[in-house]
């Protein structure tokens, strides 16, 4: 059993961003994988839990970067389960470059929910003894319960076949795409994302009708996406920028 996982991956002109950076969703897509097979050697994998009737479902992250990846690097993710808080299990990532510099560190909360009520089951019920990795963490603290204000309609968009996943929902990847979408070029330019912060509330379907909403564009800027139909909040995001330094300005 590797109660720490390594995986490395080259960052490809796909994945990045118009400054040459990896996007912010996929380098959540890259946690979302190197969680998934490590819980896979540990037993608890996607096939094995399914038959169960149970699956893991992400529910909070939160992410400190001090800088991003570039095109054509090769970064090395470490990621590992830290024990339970509450009904969360909890597995913490950091990401190195080929120096062995920290890039990026992160913790995140996963619920084990039943397939057929959605409903959060106790780590008993999965009756596998994963590793603690007793007092090594990423960061400090198990991010809380996000509160946001929001004063404006960033935009509206409809669900459409390119953000469904093989559960016919959105993945929880595009939100973080959603939420920095919410930005304009100007912004970008001039800002560099030092971290971000997501708390995920609701399931979203082929067709659903969604409206972000944002509440300034300083430091720490506040973000959530609705349904318009039922007004059900399907995720919060709090985005943290640092500005960028323009020589001779």
Known sequence: MESVWRESFEIKSYSIDFQLNIKPSVLLQFFQEVASNHAATLGAGYNTLIERGL???????????????????????????????GLFFRRDFIVYDKD?????????????LAAETLRPQRPVILDIALPVNQGRKALANFPERLTVQTERIAFNKSVAYNEIDQNLHVNNTRYLDWATDCFDLEHYQNSRLSGFSLEFLAETHWGDEIELRIGNTGINASIEALERTSEITLFKAILHWAAISHRGS
Not at 100 to 112: D, E, K, N, P, T
């Open 55 to 85: 699956f893991w479902a992400l529910s909070r992250l939160a992410v400190e970067i001090s800088r991003m990846p570039s095109w054509g690097e090769t970064i090395l993710i470490e990621t590992w389960p830290c024990g339970t808080e």
């Open 100 to 112: 062995q510099q920290v890039l990026i560190r992160a913790v995140s909360g996963w619920l084990l």
